[in-house]
């Protein structure tokens, strides 16, 4: 448990909070690039701040206050010209610096203008999201992971707002155990509750789990029975990319779940994908955006999607998780190892330090790889192998993907690629990620079973 105090502490991520401060280190995913083409004027609340993204007639983007400092007018209807966004009401224009460059409607030879500017943040694109910063100069460096940055793959993102607190979104990515429960006893509870021939899918339990520090946040580790400790859920894992970042997948589907962070108790939900078939992919022009839907028609949570199971999960401990009234077992240390990186960064951070992940230089060859389990067979029950582990996952109607533009593309390619390994022909190398194998001075345990 914490106290309620280290609880607001963690949590809280408005402007002078200790952890809004924190959050406010790192770059944010605000919009995807897809959504500034459609539509150039775009209204964004991150860190309890609300501003407003833009895209102006010369393609560049900005991102400034909502309110308009002249009579508080919301910029959400602003029209981008050649160079800013200009007020609807009276005609003010703003550059992406904040700087207001024309009054038209004040008298001909005032200067008034010069002394007015408005809030006003850097905004960059990459791999086909618009990403934000909302801290203290210098600007650090918008990190390039592998997956953002690969040419041999296929991307989309899913959007899903939350109606909670992003640490709970997070802690979830240090439980190992619920997998077993949440998308296996639970998710089997549900279909068979829907259909009387479904047949239970999920039995394997975990036989042990781990945890550990590395230089980009903490790893999960996994041995289910049916595996051992030679296979990559354990030499390998998963990844938290810290502070807000899940990386899970492998095997030709790699993804970050991005827990961005509105305010205190909303966070919006980024599921980006990349899609690695192993034979050549299309060209994509943009990376399409599409919602993973929290709720069906009826206003019930989509509970037979294994993402829409975490989603609810978080959901229903409340808007910020009264952590004071909770009693942690042996299977939460990664939720404790979560919380102490958290409070140590945050108290970086007071101290006028970077914290981890924020970079000031370009990474060596332009890219930062992470590390990524490959798995040939399903974590969750180990005697039913996949022969291609991206097909079974988009066959599957419990995945997101099935909400997603791209899912008849990717099957078609996902299916050739299982032909061609069928007839023993070559597919595109493996990926070959850096491996950070268990122990070292963070590293945690907890055996499960005999
Ligand atoms: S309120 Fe924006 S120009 Fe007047
Ligand atoms: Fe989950």
């Given at each position: ?5 280290l609880n607001?502490?963690?949590?809280r991520?408005?402007p ?13 995913p605000?919009a995807?690039?897809?959504?500034m083409?459609e ?15 833009y895209k ?5 983007l ?7 400092p ?21 005609g ?24 007015v500017r408005t ?22 460096v ?10 041999d ?16 979104c ?11 429960w949440?998308h ?62 899940l990386?899970?997948g ?20 980024y599921t980006?994908?990349?899609y ?9 022009d ?16 989509r509970t ?14 409340g ?41 000031r230089?370009e ?11 490959e ?6 029950t180990?005697?039913?192998p996949y022969k291609?582990?991206?097909?079974q ?22 299916r ?6 069928s ?21 945690k345990?907890?055996?499960l079973?005999?």
């Open positions: 448990m914490l106290t309620k105090e607001e502490k963690l949590t991520v408005g002078g909070t200790p952890g809004g401060e924190l959050m406010r280190r790192y770059w944010h605000v995807a690039s897809v959504e083409a539509n150039p004027v775009k209204k964004v609340r991150l860190l309890g701040e609300d501003l407003v993204l102006d007639r010369s393609g560049n900005g991102l400034i206050d909502e309110p308009c002249h009579r508080r007018v919301s910029m959400e209807y602003g029209i981008p010209e050649e160079e800013g966004l200009r007020c609807p009401y009276h003010w224009l703003f550059n992406h610096t904040g700087q207001c460059t024309e009054q038209p409607a004040e008298p001909w030879n005032s200067t008034f203008k010069d002394r809030k006003a943040y850097p905004v960059q694109e990459l791999g086909g999201l618009v990403y934000a910063y909302l801290g203290p100069q210098p600007t650090p918008l990190p390039r992971y592998d997956i953002l940055v690969w040419n793959v296929l991307r989309h993102v899913g959007t899903t707002m939350l109606n909670c607190n992003f640490m709970q997070m802690e979830n990515s240090l439980d190992p155990v619920h997998v077993e949440l296996g006893y639970y998710m089997d509870y549900v279909w068979a509750s829907r259909d009387p021939n479904y047949r239970p899918r999920y039995q394997a339990k975990h036989k042990k789990i781990g945890f550990d520090r590395f230089e980009h946040g903490l790893i999960k580790r996994r041995v289910m029975e049916g595996a051992s400790e030679e296979d990559h859920p354990w030499q390998v894992g998963h990844p938290i990319i810290f502070p807000n970042i990386r899970v492998g095997s030709g589907n790699y993804q970050f779940q991005y827990r961005v962070p509105v305010d205190d108790t909303h966070t919006l939900q980006y994908i990349a690695r078939p192993r034979i050549p992919v299309p060209a994509q943009s990376v399409p955006l599409y919602e993973i839907p929290l709720k069906d028609e009826n206003g019930k949570y037979e999607v294994v993402l829409v199971q975490d989603f609810f999960a978080w959901d229903s401990q808007p910020i998780a009264e952590r004071d009234k909770e009693h942690l077992g042996q299977t939460d240390v990664g939720v404790i190892m979560y919380r102490d990186l958290l409070r140590e960064q945050i108290e970086k951070v007071e101290r006028g330090e970077d914290p981890m992940g924020v970079f230089s990474a060596p060859n332009g890219i930062i790889q992470l590390p990524q389990e798995v040939d067979t399903d974590p969750v180990p005697n039913q291609t582990y991206g097909l996952v988009l066959m599957n109607p419990g995945t997101c993907e099935q909400f997603s533009p791209l899912l008849g593309t990717l099957l078609e390619l996902f050739t690629a299982e032909e061609k390994a007839r023993g022909e070559p597919l595109l190398p493996a990926l070959n990620p850096p491996h950070y194998p268990p122990g070292g001075a963070y590293h345990t907890v055996e079973l005999k």
